[in-house]
């Protein structure tokens, strides 16, 4: 019992303290370490088994992902696939055909894919390794395939950088939605006008506190007009209302990338 309570201590204590780590220490990670967290990532649950996973330490192709746009800076780079070209050798291998629309598939796919993630980012976290998911990889799909030799019916949910923290650049812990404007009992629960303004106060003034984008430089242009939040004031609702509004960055629009990678999408 004892050891339970303080496996439990231990669960709780690398979820809430999880923070997302930009700055990583040029220091290698053993091959053990990185077998422990994949497998890790592998126990997660599945719908059906339609993760593959390609991750490198070679700096010449981490250099290659960047100089592309995708910036891994960092000793151990991942990235998580849903894989159907696997699948459809079994589906073959026990004599059937599939012909559908592969919407469906990719759903659960993605499903199945964030899963793993997750497992494999706290299973890092509890071996001392700090991590950031990098959400632009499906946009990116073709240099990726490039790099890593990736098929057709291979597509990539997300990226992962992994890698000891870089104590100098401590990150803060970041707020999150109240969890009673997230989680509902029984019945969907649509936000009051006060409600809302917590959520948004929860999390601006949490980022401003931290002084988030301060640090980060990260402040999103505007489209069109003068832009008369400075800084100070510049906070998440600000950033992710920026970031959607002014739509993806990609020449090719997701689906575009998904037929081209040999997904039937009709
Ligand atoms: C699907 C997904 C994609 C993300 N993509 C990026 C990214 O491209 N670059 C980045 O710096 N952080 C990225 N993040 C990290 C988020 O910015 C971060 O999780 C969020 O700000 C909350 O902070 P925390 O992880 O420290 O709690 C991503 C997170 C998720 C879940």
């Not at 919407?103 to 997750?118: K, R, T, Y």
Request: proline fraction near 4%; include cysteine.
């Amino acid at each position: 019992m004892a050891d339970k309570e303080n496996q439990q201590y231990n669960l709780f204590n690398i979820i809430n303290d999880r923070r997302s780590i930009r700055k990583f220490l040029d220091k290698d990670i053993p091959d053990d370490v990185i077998e422990k967290i994949l497998k890790a990532g592998f126990r997660a649950p599945f719908a059906y088994q339609i993760t593959s996973v390609v991750y490198t330490l070679d700096k010449d192709k981490m250099k290659k992902l960047k100089r592309m746009g995708l910036y891994p800076s960092t000793n151990l780079f991942m990235v998580f696939f849903f894989d159907f070209n696997r699948m459809e050798k079994i589906i073959r291998a026990r004599n059937y055909e599939y012909d559908f629309d592969d919407s469906l598939l990719l759903w659960i796919g993605v499903q199945d894919v964030s899963l793993v993630a997750e497992n494999v980012i706290l299973a890092a976290d509890a071996l001392g390794l700090g991590s950031v998911l990098l959400g632009g990889a499906p946009l990116m799909v073709e240099q990726i395939a490039e790099v890593f030799d990736v098929p057709a019916k291979v597509f990539p949910v997300v990226g992962l950088c992994l890698g000891y923290p870089d104590p100098e650049h401590k990150m803060d812990i970041r707020p999150r939605f109240p969890l009673k404007h997230t989680a509902f009992e029984d019945k969907y629960k649509e936000l009051s006008e006060d409600d809302l303004k917590d959520c948004m106060h929860s999390m601006d003034d949490g980022y401003i506190t931290q002084g988030y984008y301060i640090k980060q430089n990260a402040k999103i242009p505007l489209a069109k007009g003068d832009d008369n939040i400075d800084m100070s004031k510049y906070s998440w609702c600000e950033h992710i209302s920026r970031k959607i509004s002014q739509g993806m960055w990609s020449d090719k629009s997701l689906i575009q990338l998904l037929k081209d990678q040999g997904f039937k999408l009709d």
